[in-house]
């Protein structure tokens, strides 16, 4: 069964290799996508996403991770936040 998550990308980590480590804030907890240039790797995130996903660093836009049945993921779809002034005032 295909699914998606909702949220924001709060750090990002490229290095020399090419390799592109991710963290993704969604529901309250933190997750590390990775990208790397070696195929062999399990849950290898695609170049192209993990590249689109790094540019939205400290910006207001937000992003849905669609995967498939298999937890690959399919594509992204990115959107500007909608935070409410009420919750800016809370905080």
């Given at each position: 069964?295909?699914?998606?998550?909702?949220?924001?990308v709060v750090g990002v980590r490229k290095y020399a290799n090419g390799n592109i480590e991710i963290d993704?804030?969604?529901?309250?907890?933190?997750?590390?996508?990775?990208?790397?240039?070696?195929?062999?790797?399990?849950?290898?995130?695609?170049?192209?996403?993990?590249?689109?996903?790094?540019?939205?660093?400290?910006?207001?836009?937000?992003?849905?991770?669609?995967?498939?049945?298999?937890?690959?993921?399919?594509?992204?779809?990115?959107?500007?936040?909608?935070?409410?002034?009420?919750?800016?005032?809370?905080?």
């Amino acid at each position: 069964m295909s699914y998606s998550i909702f949220g924001q990308v709060v750090g990002v980590r490229k290095y020399a290799n090419g390799n592109i480590e991710i963290d993704f804030y969604h529901d309250d907890e933190l997750t590390e996508y990775k990208y790397s240039s070696n195929s062999n790797i399990l849950d290898n995130f695609p170049k192209e996403l993990a590249e689109t996903l790094a540019s939205t660093l400290t910006s207001d836009i937000c992003i849905e991770i669609y995967f498939n049945e298999n937890g690959s993921p399919t594509h992204i779809e990115l959107e500007e936040c909608d935070y409410d002034e009420a919750d800016d005032k809370e905080n």
